[in-house]
């Protein structure tokens, strides 16, 4: 029986009993049965509120809400649209919401003291890719010619910022300054483009303890647009480009205002994008509550990936109250496909995967990342040594919660045990970056020395 309907059974029954007795309290330990207070964890805090921005990647949540998986955990959520991610981070912080979408570098930031500082917890990752670099028509025009062309007569990607690189350079000789939006410092919007541009000799710039703009030596001048108000900031001119997520790419396209030219998957296969976040607070008050929302947003994440169901998610997220855009701009990205140039279509069944690759799991090696360019591009001033990664990302993320909630799944018949990970929270190393670098989590210092662009950190001095 359905958990669900469990519960409102066990309602019903204590009104009837309630109502024989004269409205005098009665035990009815005997109406619960043996599976409903196994399956079931004592909660907490059952009035819930959740903050999101409206981006596609925030489908776990609507969907946990939608389709009931937050109820069957006795949970009662709002989940409210923030207009940017510094009023989500302030909002989570403060207490005015109890957990949050977010930016999967936010709370290891406000860990490592770049921006407002706070004790944050990552228990659930919600997906991984669904980014990308979109330029104006303009910029592509200029660029186009420089992208090498396949027998098939169609653009080979990834394209390469190499592509790019000319029409930067024409924009510096003619004094002006060449600008590329994205969505906050601390965003793997900002870490990819940064990644995608340096690769191809780029400086996009870099950060400094009196000097938090990230502009210090930049060949583009990067700056903060909000999501939703990228694609008109690009079509006014001030903006010659942006990394977004979904579907705020698809949107350019659809408007005839831009044109995407690389994803995140291109940059990174399969990389982390936006994680679910509580206070270190809210989760020692209420740790059954934060099982629970587990739990539920796990379920989500399946249910996203299960194959036939992503047309009605692309339904419910056109919902006002969720991301808001046309279904057919959700539906270019979220249902297998990408649009780049309009007209040029390519299957990404990749592009947007909720659990899919152990998507759900709050991987250790997966925050290291976002450390290790924190500290490439001066976020985080002063050299660490290895051992400073591995302890700062375990005091944010938690795969202990993640594991409980599902291991519980595991039982109630929800998911498989086969489906958990076997891992010490670190994936194996990968070379999977546009410019074949290899990154070994275990090796922050050795990463980050094996760029060109960027900080150095001597691997055998006396670090802080």
Known sequence: MKKTHLRITLIVSLILIVSC?????KNIASSITSEEENS???????????????LTDMAPLAIAKEKGFFEDEGLFVSVEAQSNWKNILDRVIDGQLDGSHMLAGQ???ASVGFGRQAELITPFSMDLNGNGITVSNDVWSKMKSNVPVGEDGKLIHPISAEALKPVIDSYKNNGKPFKMGMVFPVSTHNYELRYWLAAA????????KSNIQGQIDADVLLSVTPPPQMPATLEAGTIH????????????????????????YDIWKNNPEKVFVMTKKFVEQYPNTAVAVTKALIRAGKWLDTPGNREEAVEILSMSEYVGADEVVLANSMTGTFEFEKGDKRDMPDFNVFYRHHATYPFYSDGIWFLTQMRRWGQIPESKPTEWYDSKIKEIYKPDIWTKAADILVEEGYLEASELPKTDGYKPATTDFIDGKKYDAKDPLGYI?????GNKDNKTSDVQ
Not at 21 to 25: N, V
Not at 45 to 53: D, E, S
Not at 244 to 252: C, L
Not at 449 to 453: C, R, T
């Open 449 to 453: 020395n094996s760029f060109s662009i």
């Open 107 to 109: 709370p290891i930031a």
């Open 241 to 264: 480009g942006y990394c977004v997520g979904e579907p705020w790419n698809q949107q350019a396209v659809f408007k005839g205002i831009g044109v995407p030219v690389v994803t995140n």
């Open 40 to 54: 079931q964890l004592l909660i907490e805090k059952p009035q819930l509120t959740f903050g999101f921005i409206k």
């Open 201 to 208: 000799g780029i400086h996009p710039g870099m950060y400094s």
């Open 21 to 25: 007795t004269g409205g005098k309290k």
